[in-house]
Nanobody, 124 residues
Framework: VQLQASGGGLVQAGGSLRLSCAAS????????MGWFRQAPGKEREFVAA???????EYAESLKGRFTISRDNAKTTVYLQMNSLKPEDTAVYYC???????????????????WGQGTQVTVSS
């Protein structure tokens, strides 16, 4: 399975970006897709994830500003990021948990496929 993330870029504080991550390769179903991010000098952290059936979870600090969604027909997950802040600057990674879980995991080790990351830079 390959994951291709896109949509990152440079945006001013208060602006919006929409990240996309397309999965290709082996046919999968009932998988969870998630987003993580890693800021300079920090560990990678959970952002959001969504089950096959659309149940989602978010990092507490991002609720209300970020929205995760998916299009199963297009095997694509999206992350809409609004009201961006300089502290949102990071490399954003999409990930896929292929073990057909009924729930979202916030644990990186749970995810067995990772995209290459897309840079998001928010200027003040």
């Amino acid at each position: 399975v390959q994951l291709q993330a896109s949509g990152g870029g440079l945006v001013q504080a208060g602006g919006s970006l929409r990240l996309s991550c397309a999965a290709s390769g082996r046919t999968l179903s009932n998988y969870v897709m998630g987003w993580f991010r890693q800021a300079p000098g920090k560990e990678r952290e959970f952002v959001a994830a969504i089950t096959w059936f659309g149940s989602s979870e978010y990092a507490e600090s991002l609720k209300g500003r970020f929205t995760i969604s998916r299009d199963n027909a297009k095997t694509t997950v999206y992350l809409q990021m609004n009201s961006l802040k300089p502290e949102d600057t990071a490399v954003y990674y999409c990930a896929l948990d292929s073990q057909a879980p009924p729930f979202v995991s916030r644990t990186q080790g749970r995810y067995d496929y990772w995209g290459q990351g897309t840079q998001v830079t928010v200027s003040s």
